[in-house]
């Protein structure tokens, strides 16, 4: 089972995407119906990891479903040159798995971007996000595979602006099985 994470505050072109990814055993947890609150920063996680963490909301949810997956794929807009404030907390949130249980070591994470502005115009940003995902990766032992950067353009419909979408799912997919 993969568990495929939807990064978005909306259902639109990340979350076709993912439902065009993913297969009918994986997991798909939408962020835009999550509730999940930030990291306190309090290191209880580390003193009490069977619970993970001492808030009480959706990111239990979430807990279970990485330690069940095999891989994980991201899909998020770029918002402000960076990924969506909700990831970050989630990943904020990912402190258990980090140097306390080493979940996440040895499993694979792939990242996928959506920005308005064009592919090559996104280029910096996307390569700063990709190296922000593989500097947590880095801390907490999990690999990360930089898959694509798509833009949604002016018609904020992502299939519309690729004639070829089908082809570039099916080609991500491939090496997401791989």
């Not at 076709?16 to 990291?39: G, M, P, Y």
């Not at 994470?109 to 947590?136: C, P």
Request: glycine share 6%; charged share 25%; hydrophobic share 35%.
């Amino acid at each position: 089972m993969n568990l495929y994470i939807n990064g978005s505050n909306r259902k639109q072109n990340c979350d076709q995407i993912l439902r065009d990814l993913k297969e009918e055993e994986d997991v798909l947890f939408s962020l835009a119906d999550k509730s999940i609150n930030f990291c306190l920063g309090c290191g209880a996680c580390a003193e009490r990891l069977e619970n993970f963490c001492v808030i009480e909301d959706d990111m239990q949810e979430l807990y279970q479903s990485m330690l069940k997956a095999e891989k994980i794929v991201i899909v998020t807009p770029i918002y402000m040159n960076h990924i969506t404030g909700i990831l970050k907390n989630v990943i904020d949130r990912w402190n258990p798995y980090g140097s306390h249980q080493e979940i996440l070591k040895g499993k694979t994470v792939y990242l996928i971007t959506v920005g308005q502005i064009s592919e090559q115009e996104n280029q910096e940003v996307v390569e700063k996000i990709a190296q922000y995902f593989k500097s947590i990766g880095k801390f907490m032992k999990f690999k990360t595979i930089f898959l694509k950067n798509f833009s949604s353009g002016e018609a904020d419909d992502v299939t519309k602006e690729y004639c070829n979408y089908n082809e570039i799912i099916n080609d991500l997919k491939k090496k997401i099985i791989a």
